[in-house]
Each structure stands twice: as structure tokens, then as C-alpha cells.
């Protein structure tokens, strides 16, 4: 099977408030709202992965010591709707 790592982070203003992106409306599931996130490149690490995506999808960027958590949660399958191998 192949595996991929991604990062998917909660990214919260100075209030509180979470901070999510509207996606393409030339991309799959068009115009919905996302959480900030991407593929783990070789050679990087989950923390490393969130200051890049979230520079590249919300234009933050994120100074040294301003990520209170980071770890990694799960790994997935390239996985297909209705796959009984999803499970």
C-alpha cells in the first residue's frame, strides 16, 4: 500500500479565533472551507511542514517557538470511497 505523511494543524489568532481557507474553485470540492495542511516532503519533519504550509496557504508567517504542539497523529492509505481495504 502506499503511504504518505501529511500535516494537518489548527492554526488560531491572537483571540482565538481558528483560522481556515476557502478552496479553488478550480480544484476538487470546490469553494469549501479546509483546515491548513500538506504532504510531509522527504527529509522534513511535521514542524517544518506546518511553517511552510501555513506561509503558503495563509500567508502567515510563523516566527520560532509560535507552534505549541506539534505531533503526529496517524497515517493513511491513498484510500478510494467504498473500499472494504479502507478499513
Given at each position: 500500500?502506499l503511504y504518505?505523511?501529511i500535516?494537518?494543524?489548527?492554526?488560531e489568532?491572537?483571540d482565538?479565533n481558528?483560522?481556515?481557507?476557502?478552496?479553488?474553485?478550480?480544484?476538487?470540492?470546490?469553494?469549501e472551507?479546509?483546515?491548513?495542511?500538506?504532504?510531509?516532503i522527504?527529509?522534513d519533519s511535521?514542524?517544518?511542514?506546518?511553517y511552510k504550509?501555513v506561509?503558503?496557504?495563509?500567508?502567515?508567517e510563523?516566527?520560532?517557538?509560535?507552534?505549541?504542539?506539534?505531533?503526529?497523529v496517524?497515517?493513511y492509505r491513498?484510500?478510494?470511497?467504498g473500499?472494504?481495504?479502507?478499513?
Open positions: 500500500p504518505r505523511r500535516a494537518l494543524f489548527i492554526v489568532d491572537k482565538g481558528i483560522i481556515v481557507s476557502r478552496r479553488s474553485f478550480k480544484k476538487s470540492h470546490p469553494g472551507l479546509e483546515m491548513a495542511g500538506g504532504h510531509v522527504a527529509g511535521y514542524l517544518q511542514t506546518v504550509e506561509e503558503e496557504e495563509l500567508g502567515y510563523l516566527t520560532p517557538g509560535s507552534v505549541t504542539e506539534a505531533n503526529r496517524c497515517k491513498n484510500l478510494k470511497p473500499n472494504d481495504e479502507n478499513k
